[in-house]
Antibody, heavy 119, light 109 residues
Framework: EVQLVESGGGLVQPGGSLRLSCAAS????????MHWVRQATGKGLEWVSA???????YYPGSVKGRFTISRENAKNSLYLQMNSLRAGDTAVYYC?????????????WGQGTLVTVSS | EIVLTQSPGTLSLSPGERATLSCRAS???????LAWYQQKPGQAPRLLIY???SRATGIPDRFSGSGSGTDFTLTISRLEPEDFAVYYC??????????FGQGTKLEIK
């Protein structure tokens, strides 16, 4: 059974940093592109970052230069390092698996971890 | 960046009725890269449809997707009580960007 379990969320002050983790199981983690998607309370979904099987990374303009996605295949783990956090980054952060390379859609999602940026 | 606009924002229907949800793109989207998700309160999104019209594993056949170019539709043929949720469309663009629509809330009338 495919499982994605996020952790690392919490309360952080504006300008601070936080590192999220996603533990994957039930599939060959190294063979899949992985993503982070966030959702502010009561709002829609926003793609945050992607990492390919070769370690190539992609970001939207809203987080580029502040967020860094990485993976550790030996530990079946995905990470999101978030720096220079702003109030607008407050959201539930989901890790998600891209169904197959280049598929463009997400077939499995974690349950999410809440990040709150506030003083 | 391609913007996806979903309509209506809220759809009020009764169980047994047919639901038609729309997703319009600001530029043409490859049908291969248009997906639909269902999200219930407190839960992660669930993949329903990919490639505009292919049902994901385990999705009942009352859910169907159609469309091409800039206009896509999710249809639920006969609403079951568990279908009342928020639905999002999502596209994958050539510039390696992934965007979602703002969502349609399907509520019980």
């Amino acid at each position: 059974e495919v499982q994605l379990v996020e952790s690392g969320g919490g309360l952080v002050q504006p300008g601070g940093s936080l590192r999220l983790s996603c533990a994957a199981s039930g599939f060959t983690f190294s063979s899949y592109d992985m993503h982070w998607v966030r959702q502010a309370t009561g709002k829609g979904l926003e793609w945050v970052s992607a990492i390919g099987t070769a370690g190539d990374t992609y970001y939207p303009g809203s987080v580029k230069g502040r967020f860094t996605i990485s993976r550790e295949n030996a530990k079946n783990s995905l990470y999101l390092q978030m720096n220079s956090l702003r109030a607008g980054d407050t959201a539930v952060y989901y890790c998600a698996r891209e169904a197959k390379p280049g598929a463009g859609y997400f077939d499995y999602w974690g349950q999410g971890t809440l990040v709150t940026v506030s003083s | 960046e391609i913007v996806l606009t979903q309509s209506p924002g809220t759809l009020s229907l009764s169980p047994g009725e047919r639901a038609t949800l729309s997703c319009r793109a600001s530029q043409s989207v490859s049908s291969s890269y248009l997906a639909w998700y269902q999200q219930k309160p407190g839960q992660a999104p669930r993949l329903l449809i990919y490639g505009a019209s292919s049902r994901a594993t385990g999705i009942p056949d009352r859910f169907s997707g159609s469309g091409s170019g800039t206009d896509f539709t999710l249809t639920i043929s006969r609403l079951e009580p568990e279908d009342f949720a928020v639905y999002y469309c999502q596209q994958y663009g050539s510039s390696l960007s992934y965007t979602f629509g703002q969502g349609t809330k399907l509520e019980i009338k």
